[in-house]
């Protein structure tokens, strides 16, 4: 027998994908880092990613301002430290020093990739319009990272409340698409 959902915890249930760490970097200050789940892809050439970062987090004013940011997809052995990063702010706190992640220098944007990550995505900002409706932000990627050693590493999904997946099993069909 189905029960009652409350609107307010559906996205529990349609999670888009891993959660990531987005850093940012303003002129003079740390680069910050922090977690997010709440993404998608847009679009494949130009590879397009959608986004919200909420007015109340530090990176916000920073991706407004600076127009780009790096979008690192870390492996499910950090949860502890992506969780850590998740649940403090970069207005006091320097996360990189804090929680041991190590700022590479990125080739096309300012923010820093992080070195313990399977990917790093540098992006700019391409579309602001649904920021002041919606805090979402229309990234496109300019340049992507890949850590061999990684590649294959499960991914940390979040399912809200402190409730996170790791992959499971993969499992390869037949796809008409490249």
């Given at each position: 027998?189905?029960?009652?959902?409350?609107?307010?915890?559906?996205?529990?249930?349609?999670?888009?994908?891993?959660?990531?760490?987005?850093t940012t970097q303003m002129p003079g200050r740390k680069p910050n880092v922090m977690a997010m789940s709440w993404h998608m892809v847009l679009g494949f050439e130009p590879a397009l990613i959608g986004c919200v970062v909420a007015r109340a987090n530090h990176?916000?004013?920073?991706?407004?301002?600076?127009?780009?940011?790096?979008?690192?997809?870390?492996?499910?052995?950090?949860?502890?430290?992506?969780?850590?990063?998740?649940?403090?702010?970069?207005?006091?706190?320097?996360?990189?020093?804090?929680?041991?992640?190590?700022?590479?220098?990125?080739?096309?944007?300012?923010?820093?990739?992080?070195?313990?990550?399977?990917?790093?995505?540098?992006?700019?900002?391409?579309?602001?319009?649904?920021?002041?409706?919606?805090?979402?932000?229309?990234?496109?990627?300019?340049?992507?990272?890949?850590?061999?050693?990684?590649?294959?590493?499960?991914?940390?999904?979040?399912?809200?409340?402190?409730?996170?997946?790791?992959?499971?099993?993969?499992?390869?069909?037949?796809?008409?698409?490249?």
């Amino acid at each position: 027998m189905m029960q009652d959902l409350p609107l307010s915890d559906a996205y529990q249930f349609i999670e888009p994908g891993p959660v990531v760490l987005l850093t940012t970097q303003m002129p003079g200050r740390k680069p910050n880092v922090m977690a997010m789940s709440w993404h998608m892809v847009l679009g494949f050439e130009p590879a397009l990613i959608g986004c919200v970062v909420a007015r109340a987090n530090h990176s916000y004013a920073a991706l407004l301002t600076q127009g780009e940011a790096v979008i690192a997809v870390p492996p499910a052995g950090l949860a502890r430290i992506v969780t850590g990063v998740g649940n403090c702010t970069g207005d006091d706190t320097d996360k990189f020093g804090n929680f041991d992640l190590t700022p590479l220098p990125a080739a096309r944007v300012a923010a820093p990739l992080i070195g313990e990550a399977i990917v790093n995505l540098e992006c700019r900002l391409r579309d602001r319009t649904m920021v002041k409706a919606y805090d979402m932000f229309v990234l496109q990627c300019v340049k992507g990272w890949v850590n061999p050693a990684l590649r294959e590493a499960p991914m940390l999904h979040h399912h809200g409340y402190g409730a996170f997946s790791v992959d499971g099993e993969r499992v390869t069909l037949k796809s008409r698409m490249k």
